[in-house]
């Protein structure tokens, strides 16, 4: 089940076309969505979870396209989180559990799992970012959404806190089963935790692609199928893809030994990262 399916979104402001007819199917999972500033990424976002109306186009969301039915099933963490200052944390979040007629156990089983428990009385507006921000994560997850929909999520935030939260994601994929749909421009933020990459460029998708890990290792041969096949019967995790074979988490020395003995032509082999892939779909 793809849990985000968008059919040709359009989208201008005045002369400037922002969305240049995106069509996407995210599955479930951890989806990249990248792309450089002003490429339409929050555009995207905020038609998906309703705060602006598409000139054009169509979307569903966990299989339906009633926003009241969306509110219900997904958690939004906005950039710029709008949070009561003189709020404290548990306060807030018993609040935003009442809205969802969800008890006040739920609100303390959120807390731990967000690494909320010291600050739980502070009051939101003396917070550090990092910790506002995993207030918002809270606020996102509150409700046992089966999608967390999330713009920019590791901005502003230091090295410490963007791992504590790039943990917690994974962490809530692999326990809980929630799904993220994360826009960002941050590409080595993404790249370890995703499973799932999409990019945009110019209000376009210029790119799709799932199963690419870090430091697997990319070959473009004359013929990808033949040399895929010729791998995978010498025992290697093989995938392919439109442009390379894949070979996950290979020992590399042996892996060219063996390339050496493949009597075809290969033109190409590197190690994969977000960004050299993100560099060769852009960057003309």
Avoid at 39 to 68: H, P, V
Avoid at 129 to 151: C, M, N, S, W
Avoid at 187 to 192: A, M, S, T
Avoid at 233 to 251: A, M
Wanted: glycine residues 6%; aromatic residues 8%.
């Amino acid at each position: 089940m793809n849990v985000i399916i968008a059919r040709d979104i359009e989208k201008s402001y005045g002369k400037v076309q922002a969305l240049k007819g995106i069509t996407i199917k995210v599955p479930k999972g951890i989806t990249a969505f990248v792309g450089e500033n002003g490429a339409g990424k929050s555009t995207l976002i905020k038609i998906l979870t309703g705060k602006l109306r598409a000139d054009r186009g169509e979307f569903e969301i966990l299989g339906t396209s009633d926003l009241m039915k969306i509110r219900k099933n997904v958690g939004i963490i906005h950039e710029r989180i709008p949070l009561p200052p003189e709020v404290p944390v548990e306060f807030f979040l018993e609040k935003v559990a009442k809205m969802y007629n969800i008890p006040k156990k739920k609100v303390k089983e959120t807390i731990k799992i967000c690494g909320l428990e010291k600050v739980k009385d502070v009051e939101i507006g003396t917070l550090s970012f990092g910790f506002t921000k995993r207030v918002g994560i809270a606020q996102a997850l509150i409700h046992e959404p089966k999608l967390i929909i999330a713009d920019e999520p590791f901005s502003q935030l230091d090295a410490t806190s963007k791992i504590i939260i790039k943990d917690l994601f994974y962490r809530l994929y692999k326990d809980r089963g929630i799904s993220f749909f994360i826009s960002s421009h941050n590409l080595h933020d993404l790249e370890q935790i995703s499973n799932h990459f999409i990019i945009i460029h110019q209000g376009k998708i210029i790119r799709e692609w799932s199963g690419v890990k870090v430091r697997n290792i990319l070959l473009k041969a004359k013929n990808n199928k033949e040399l895929a096949k010729y791998l995978k019967e010498r025992g290697y995790d093989v995938d392919i893809d439109e442009f390379y074979v894949i070979v996950n988490s290979p020992d590399f020395k042996n892996l060219l030994r063996t390339i050496v003995d493949y009597p075809g032509e290969v033109y190409e082999i590197r190690s994969s990262s977000l960004e050299s892939l993100f560099k060769e779909a852009v960057v003309k």
